[in-house]
């Protein structure tokens, strides 16, 4: 087992709640650009870890969650806490379905690609978008995305076992 970070991750209840939840792990992380490629099945529900509560028992309702963070010092290192959090048993409720890491620049080092890789392996399900220069001047057309990333919805759309 990991060792747990000393803080808490924050938890959220959403209230009801259909589809999957996209929690951007850090400001600027790409859940909302995320969550709209997902389409209407999805929506950003901040920076908590989101749960909804079963309003006649009590208990939480397990709502599927990608967790997203940029690739850049910052993102991973908050990955990091995030995952040993998730793998410590600190993040219940509702349930990881995957872990999306976006690219945070046009180059990556190559400490950076070992610990991409390697939060990546922690989890159900990780997936790498890579750096998307027309992005930075209109949002993505979902008509038009390259292949990988079609290929990567379509992943993060089919529901985990």
Do not use: Y
Request: hydrophobic fraction near 45%; glycine fraction near 10%.
């Amino acid at each position: 087992m990991l060792e747990a970070p000393s803080e808490t991750w924050a938890v959220s209840d959403v209230g009801a709640f259909e589809g999957i939840a996209v929690m951007g792990l850090h400001g600027g992380a790409g859940a909302s650009t995320l969550a709209s490629l997902l389409g209407d099945g999805a929506s950003e529900v901040g920076q908590a870890w989101p749960i909804s509560q079963n309003a006649w028992t009590g208990s939480a309702w397990p709502i599927p969650v990608i967790a997203v963070a940029r690739t850049d010092h910052s993102g991973l290192a908050t990955a990091d806490r995030f995952v040993r959090s998730w793998a410590n048993g600190q993040l219940t409720g509702s349930q990881l379905s995957a872990l999306v890491l976006i690219e945070a620049g046009p180059r990556t080092s190559d400490a950076r690609k070992k610990a991409t890789k390697r939060l990546l392996r922690m989890v159900p399900r990780g997936t790498h978008i890579p750096w998307m220069d027309p992005w930075l001047d209109a949002p993505p057309d979902p008509a038009r995305l390259p292949g990988r990333i079609k290929r990567i919805i379509k992943l993060l759309n089919t529901p985990t076992k």
